[in-house]
């Protein structure tokens, strides 16, 4: 299964692409960046998101896309440009008919660092060592955006629900299921 993860961005919006085989060992496919400048109009800037995106789910194709779940900050004006991208990754997701699944920051360190509140750098390093790279990627987006595919392609199957289920999944399969379900309950969340 070929995983593509979007961290949403108006300036710059991370891809990552992985590809989950048997036993879910994970491989490093591809990991970019997709800008746009901040001079030009709000309108050009998405759709140079939009047609950047585009030209990476054709490119690579992926059965899932993993997108970032916009969550609350302070600043307005960075959570509407983030939300924007995020809405176009979906669009374009939708047009090619592939699955999207949203991941909250706090789900996606659980699942790579088995900690929801772990820091920025600890999830670079993980990833890393996950997908066995030989340097960190940069930048910062480009590192979330392999951290949402790596998320999506180690979630548990289903909830935890049932003592058979629950005896299939490992212990960070368990802890991610919880914190999957508590994030959503919740209102304010932290960025990665």
């Keep these: 299964m070929i995983i593509l993860g979007v961290d949403p961005g108006l300036?710059?919006?991370?891809v990552g692409v992985v590809e989950a085989g048997a036993y879910r060992?994970?491989?490093?496919?591809?990991?970019?960046?997709v800008r746009s400048d901040p001079h030009e109009s709000q309108d050009l800037r998405l759709l140079?998101?939009?047609?950047?995106?585009?030209a990476k789910l054709d490119e690579f194709s992926p059965d899932a896309v993993s997108i970032e779940r916009v969550f609350a900050q302070s600043n307005r004006n960075t959570v509407l440009g983030t939300a924007q991208a995020a809405g176009v990754a979906m669009l374009a997701a939708a047009q090619r008919t592939i699955p999207v699944a949203l991941h909250t920051p706090t789900e996606a360190k659980l699942a790579i660092t088995?900690?929801?509140q772990a820091q920025k750098i600890q999830v670079?390093?993980?990833?890393?060592?996950?997908?066995?790279?030989?340097t960190m990627p940069t930048p910062a987006d480009a590192a979330d955006a392999l951290a949402l595919a790596i998320c999506h392609a180690?979630?548990?199957?289903?909830?935890l629900q049932g003592g058979?289920?629950?005896?299939?999944l490992t212990k960070a399969q368990r802890q991610w299921a919880q914190a999957a379900h508590q994030a959503h309950g919740r209102g304010l969340r932290r960025g990665m």
């Design 124 to 134: 670079e390093r993980m990833v890393t060592r996950i997908l066995n790279l030989n």
């Design 11 to 14: 300036t710059r919006c991370g």
């Design 114 to 116: 088995g900690n929801g």
């Design 25 to 33: 060992r994970l491989s490093f496919i591809h990991v970019d960046v």
């Design 154 to 159: 180690l979630r548990p199957s289903g909830a």
């Design 48 to 54: 140079r998101i939009y047609n950047g995106l585009c």
């Design 164 to 168: 058979e289920r629950e005896q299939h």
